[in-house]
């Protein structure tokens, strides 16, 4: 258990590398990509099956996330307008705490086994820094990934967490104080937590991408946006064709 966390780290640092080179090789028909996407894309390159190499890319891109992106700013491709969606919620904030509380637990625990089962407390002690690099990877992917606005469709992220790509065509979209179906209702993806403040429904369905290649169908998304306003305009000054609906009218027909 020792020598597992820094094989792992080594092992996925290696990816992103690969990745990295991989980009520089294609050159700017990838640069709008962000860092999950370009390892995924240089994994399917060689040769590894797609559902795979989404894994890989996931569990490389939480190492990035966590321990080299810290001067890193949010990835905005040019053409896009980036919305975050971890501020006014306080989304961010809970999950630092939560990675706050693991590292006091590992402390905790470390203290308290260590004297007696030394072994023991070496596998926990692995287990539970994996778990806050894991959590601290997955915060930072919420605070790098915004959602981006784009004249042709909408690129929604929740971190590394879920993804779906949202043609303008398809959409239309509901502000303000919205009437969002209950979380886990079918066919329905809210993204971040707290209340939607857009609500979007879908004239054909898509696919959410959630983590490790894992697919769920959707026809309506819920937004928990920091700057609500601010997407409204640039919507409806980059999509005017897209109807909207008022908030309060219910679902759109």
Do not use: C
Not at 5 to 27: N, S, W, Y
Not at 105 to 117: F, I, K, N, P, Q
Not at 178 to 200: D, E, H, S, W
């Amino acid at each position: 258990m020792g020598l597992l966390l820094p094989l792992e780290m080594t092992a996925l640092a290696a990816l992103v590398f690969i990745a990295l080179r991989h980009r520089r090789k294609q050159g700017a028909a990838h640069a709008g990509l962000d860092v999950p996407e370009r390892i995924r894309d240089a994994l399917t390159g060689a040769g590894i099956p797609a559902r795979l190499a989404e894994a890989l890319a996931t569990e490389a891109a939480i190492f990035y996330y966590a321990l080299a992106s810290w001067r890193r700013r949010p990835l905005t491709p040019p053409g896009s307008r980036a919305f975050a969606y971890h501020r006014r919620n306080a989304y961010a904030a809970i999950l630092y705490a939560v990675v706050g509380i693991a590292l006091v637990e590992l402390t905790a625990v470390d203290l308290v086994v260590r004297t007696s089962h030394a072994t023991v407390a070496n596998v926990l002690l692995g287990v539970d820094a994996l778990a806050a690099i894991w959590m601290l990877g997955f915060v930072r992917s919420v605070q790098l990934r915004p959602i981006l606005l784009r004249d042709d469709a909408l690129l929604i992220r929740n971190g590394l967490g879920a993804s779906v790509d949202v043609p303008r065509a398809t959409a239309t979209i509901q502000f303000g104080r919205v009437r969002a179906p209950a979380k886990g209702t079918p066919g329905y993806f809210r993204v971040a937590m707290g209340q939607p403040n857009a609500l979007i429904t879908l004239r054909e369905p898509a696919v959410v991408r959630r983590m490790y290649g894992a697919g769920r169908v959707v026809d309506r998304i819920g937004l928990v946006l920091d700057d609500p306003r601010g997407f409204e305009t640039a919507w409806n000054s980059l999509v005017p064709e897209s109807p909207t609906t008022p908030a309060g009218l219910g679902r759109p027909t």
